[in-house]
């Protein structure tokens, strides 16, 4: 059974930064593709950014290239994402979601139905 804890979360200023980490509880975690996903209050969840396997190879959103960093830790069976550059429009919850699947292709990793289990999330707040 894979159960992930968000935490990280927080209130911080435009320009800022955050790290959030996930945490899997769950055996195999190296056998997981590693995704981020938010939602923002009236709007659809959208994807963030995807790490396979070993981590190394990442996707980004476009709107979070350059600013945000995701990684993972394997012996620590967590998916950390590092936020900097912070804008009002990052507001949202973020979630974390593990995908047991053998493909790395952009149009998996960015498809929220491919994950099998996800996170509580975190909020993320970033005030102007």
């Known amino acids: 059974q894979v159960q992930l804890v968000e935490s990280g979360g927080g209130l911080v200023q435009v320009g800022g930064s955050l790290r959030l980490s996930c945490a899997n509880s769950?055996?195999?975690?190296?056998?997981?593709?590693m995704g981020w996903f938010r939602q923002a209050p009236g709007r659809e969840r959208e994807f963030v950014s995807a790490?396979?396997?070993?981590?190394?190879?990442?996707y980004y959103a476009d709107f979070v290239k350059g600013r945000f960093t995701i990684s993972r830790d394997n012996a620590k069976n967590t998916v950390y994402l590092q936020m900097n550059s912070l804008k009002p429009e990052d507001t949202a919850v973020y979630y974390c979601?593990?995908?047991?699947?053998?493909?790395?292709?952009?149009?998996?990793?960015?498809?929220?139905?491919?994950?099998?289990?996800w996170g509580q999330g975190t909020q993320v707040t970033v005030s102007s």
């Open positions: 979601a593990a995908d047991w699947t053998a493909s790395w292709t952009p149009a998996t990793a960015m498809r929220s139905s491919e994950y099998e289990f």
């Open positions: 769950g055996r195999s975690f190296s056998s997981y593709v």
């Open positions: 790490i396979n396997w070993r981590g190394g190879s990442q």
